[in-house]
């Protein structure tokens, strides 16, 4: 039997890098094969190629042992091949039916497209019901609807970028028993992580890319998830290195009962949460995505102002009321959750961008000029300190890969050393290296004696990470508890929270 | 052969000089085809229009007193749109505060020292920022779209004019005129170089270009503009208010247009007119983009514009060029430099044609 899917010498440049060098490898039909590498590893250059975005310089593809040129991602569907990407394109005000047919190839009548997504839902134990509005959706189930429009057209080939990045653990589940389902039925299944945990459990073969090179083609489960992290970083993994016997110090950042006012259509608000970190902890705020966590961040950050004073304290020093500046000056930083446009301007150089948020801190103006060589020296520190990938402090914003603009944002808020720092999602779309980088520098930070809130909906960084947790759902906080004592199906259930049960009284019988 | 647009990793620094270049040159190529084919002698309208005004010495004075007030505004309306503020009412601006030097200039008419021009120049850029603030306060209290409503109050202003040129301020020795009494002598902005008409307006042009691009570059205030216009949101996360970025861009672009203002009322005119507005406001728009929203770049563009009217007037008696001509000619300039920006940041790739799907 042929192989499904078959890539021979593919090799991709762009002005400055080689995005993809000589990489071969192959998917059997029903294999669910992993597809593993750092942040510019090449991973995504690689699939847009396959579907059809991008077209290889040399190499070859072969469809079904056929040598193939995938034109456009139409093409690439009508030989079989779906996409899921981590990014998904919904109309909000739209429900599920109407998302769907508007994604399709081919106009099919809406009673005939209501039947076919009902037998795939109920072929794979997809639940939804197909005339809900988006807007009322969890991230889960919005994913539901692009695996559904992929499966609609009954696909030889599934292609998964990052799937799970923002499930809960019950959710992560659900989906890899649709996959596993899927396999077993001949589907190919193309999976794009980086957590190697998942890969261990769902990936018959996992395909490793390194700088844009193949490194290994192994058996996930004949590995450690450290033996692939190291083949995909090129180097040993560090461990989060904690200081010996650390206690914590006295409340540091107090929240009590801070709320804000809903904005937008489909933001969720803050709704009087109350939370209090002592000095040289770190506490985790886990969440299903838009459950008001950016309302939060902001909220915290300064960027939308509260009418309490003491709704925040620093050092029992109402803050409430001070704007980002003032916040700053006091000495809490905070990174958002949205690099490139939030945190960080991408038509602005490096130096620029630390002008930004270290202006104040680091003496970068006198009598309203801005010192620019301070700003260059200042970044010069933190592209050397964090391991930036990047020319040098002139280099735009925009041209750095995510997981390197990251590394720069948290680096140019660590390096202020502020006393209180609230960071989202800190590590989201991070190389394993890079996390592990990240994570080390906030530890050494609390340990400094610094108050540090982390907001993120990866599970295993928290928990790695932190000293308390909490969840927060629909803009309420859970109570806090240390992070030892509780266990992860805990977790998964407070942020299912409303959404779990409404799901269930929504859903479809199976 | 086809041709992609393909995005670039970073702009590029130098389409970002080229494209005003070529932008002018185009414009002389497309102009003296049109006019050749409307029947007029094309390469000599290019000719006189662009060259003449260079080659001829004699018309040097007339390109400053013209670059002047473009070459302020411009440059206070670069500075506005850097943040995403866009003023289009300069030209509203610019009569507020030529009414309102003229209003110190009657108030003290007759009477002599040294105060009275600088007195003038404060009331001109304060008339201007008052006129400027009220699409401020429309945006920042009730989130009016400021393009509507400082370009309408444009036209208020023009009536503005009118009546207090026909009743209060109307000359009594004016026989009927519908304008002001000349101004006395202690309110007309001196001449710099004697038997000229270059007035002390075009080295204060230059100035206000020299350290708006200090303040651009090196300043806290020049950083909240550029940062707010290009990412509204970094903005805000970098302590920088929207609302307080409007205002200072209104009141900063709308000062300038009251400075140009009060400088020709007191320069060429020395007397409040009708004919007063003469589209410099609209103008210094285009001035603003030629010059790549740089103080520097402004005042460059500022005399390029300039050049144009000036050969607009020269084409006029010469060949016969109708007045229209030298906004044809504006106009196509700013079209062509608008559409190839588009160049800083996509590059043109040649294709190969290419099978489009399905297997070999």
Redesign the interface.
Same mark, same amino acid.
């Given at each position: 039997m042929p192989h499904r899917l078959e890539l021979t010498g593919i090799t991709k440049a762009?002005?400055?890098v080689l995005a993809n060098d000589n990489v071969s490898f192959s998917v059997r039909p029903g294999e669910i094969h992993a597809l593993l590498g750092e942040n510019g590893a090449g991973k995504s250059t690689l699939v847009k190629m396959i579907y059809g975005i991008m077209?290889p310089d040399a190499g070859e593809i072969r469809?079904d042992g056929?040598?193939?040129?995938?034109?456009?991602p139409?093409?690439a569907r009508?030989l079989g091949i779906g996409m899921v990407f981590q990014h998904f394109s919904l109309f909000e005000a739209l429900t599920v039916l109407e998302n769907i047919a508007l994604g399709m190839d081919a106009k099919i009548p809406s009673r005939e497209l209501e039947a076919r997504i009902r037998e795939v839902m109920t072929k794979y134990g997809l639940l939804l019901d197909p005339h809900r509005t988006v807007a009322t959706l969890s991230v889960g189930e919005r994913q539901r609807i692009e695996i559904v429009r992929a499966l609609l057209l009954d696909p030889k080939l599934l292609i998964m970028d990052e799937p799970t990045s923002v499930l809960t653990p019950q959710e992560v589940a659900q989906l890899f028993e649709v996959l596993r389902k899927l396999a077993a039925q001949g589907c190919s299944i193309l999976y794009i992580s980086h957590k190697l945990h998942e890969i261990k459990a769902l990936c018959d073969t996992a395909t490793i890319l390194r700088g844009g090179k193949l490194v290994d083609t192994c058996d996930p489960t004949q590995e450690t998830s450290r033996s692939m992290a190291e083949k995909m970083i090129g180097a040993g993994l560090k461990d989060i290195v904690r200081a010996e016997g650390r206690s914590m110090g006295l409340p540091k950042l107090v929240v009590s009962r801070l709320s804000t006012k809903k904005t937008g259509h489909f933001e969720v608000p803050v709704d009087s949460i109350s939370f209090t970190v002592r000095a040289g902890e770190i506490f985790g705020i886990a969440g299903v995505a838009g459950n008001g966590q950016n309302a939060l961040l902001d909220a915290l950050?300064?960027?939308i102002l509260g009418d309490d004073k003491d709704a925040i304290t620093i050092d029992g020093y109402g803050i409430g009321l001070l704007? *980002? *500046?003032g916040r700053?000056k006091r000495g809490l930083c %905070?990174v958002?959750e949205?690099r490139n446009?939030?945190? %960080?301007?991408?038509?602005?150089s490096l130096s620029?961008n630390s =002008?930004? *948020?270290a202006?104040d801190r680091l003496g970068m103006?006198m009598m309203?000029? =801005?010192n620019?060589g301070a700003a260059r020296t200042y970044t010069g520190k933190v592209i050397a300190d964090f391991a930036v990938k990047a020319l040098g402090p002139s280099s735009?914003a925009?041209?750095l890969s995510g997981g390197n603009l990251q590394k720069y944002i948290m680096g140019r808020e660590i390096l202020q050393k502020p006393s209180v720092l609230v960071v989202s999602q800190p590590t989201w779309g991070v190389d394993a290296g890079a996390a592990a980088a990240i994570h080390q520098a906030l530890v050494d930070l609390a340990a400094a004696g610094s108050a540090i809130v982390v907001i993120s909906q990866d599970l295993d960084e928290l928990r790695a990470l932190c000293d308390t947790l909490a969840v927060v759902n629909m803009g309420q906080l859970s109570p806090a508890r240390p992070v030892a004592e509780v266990s992860i199906e805990e977790i998964g259930l407070l942020m299912g929270g409303v959404h779990g049960a409404t799901e269930a009284s929504h859903a479809i019988p199976a | 052969m086809q041709f992609r647009l393909e995005k670039r990793r970073e702009p590029s620094k130098l389409m970002s000089y080229a494209t005003p270049v070529a932008a002018v040159l185009l414009t002389m190529v497309l102009g003296a085809v049109i006019f050749s084919v409307i029947g007029y002698d094309g390469i000599g309208a290019v000719r006189e229009i662009f060259l003449t005004p260079l080659t001829n010495s004699y018309k040097w004075q007339d390109l400053g007193v013209k670059a002047a007030p473009l070459i302020i505004i411009g440059v206070g309306l670069s500075i506005a749109y850097r943040a995403n503020v866009w003023n289009i009412g300069a030209e509203g601006q610019y009569i507020v505060g030529g009414l309102a030097g003229t209003g110190i200039a009657l108030l003290t008419w007759g009477m002599t020292g040294w105060w009275i021009l600088p007195l003038m120049v404060l009331a001109g850029m304060l008339g201007g920022m008052a006129y400027a603030s009220i699409p401020a306060l429309l945006k920042t209290r009730l989130n009016v779209n400021e393009i509507l409503t400082s370009l309408m109050l444009t036209y208020a202003s023009v009536q503005l004019i009118y009546y207090l040129i026909r009743a209060p301020w109307k000359d009594p020795m004016g026989m009927g005129f519908p304008q002001t009494r000349l101004f006395s002598e202690a309110a007309r902005l001196p001449t710099i170089i004697p038997g000229t008409i270059v007035h002390l307006g075009v080295p204060i042009a230059v100035l206000v270009g020299l350290v708006a691009w200090f303040i651009m570059s090196k300043s806290v205030f020049g950083y909240r503009m550029r940062v707010v216009g290009a990412a509204p949101h970094a903005a805000r996360y970098g302590g920088f208010s929207e609302n307080r970025t409007i205002w200072l861009a209104m009141l900063v672009s709308g000062g300038l247009a009251g400075l140009a203002g009060v400088l020709e009322v007191a320069g060429p005119f020395q007397r409040m007119v009708p004919g007063f507005p003469t589209n410099y406001g609209f103008t210094a728009i285009i001035v603003a983009f030629l010059g790549r929203l740089n103080p520097l770049g402004v005042i460059v563009a500022g005399v390029v514009l300039a050049i144009t009217f000036v050969g607009g007037e020269v084409a006029q008696t010469t060949i016969g060029l109708p007045n229209a001509a030298t906004g044809i000619f504006q106009a196509m300039m700013l079209f062509f430099l608008l559409a190839g920006d588009i160049l800083i940041k996509y590059r043109l790739r040649r294709v190969m044609p290419q099978a489009t799907a399905g297997t070999a």
């Open positions: 762009f002005p400055g077209q469809w056929a040598p193939v040129v995938v034109a456009n139409k093409a009508k950050s300064g960027e704007d *980002t *500046t700053r %905070a958002p949205e446009g939030h945190a %960080a301007v991408g038509d602005f620029d =002008i930004l *948020t202006r103006v309203g000029l =801005i620019s735009m925009g041209s | -």
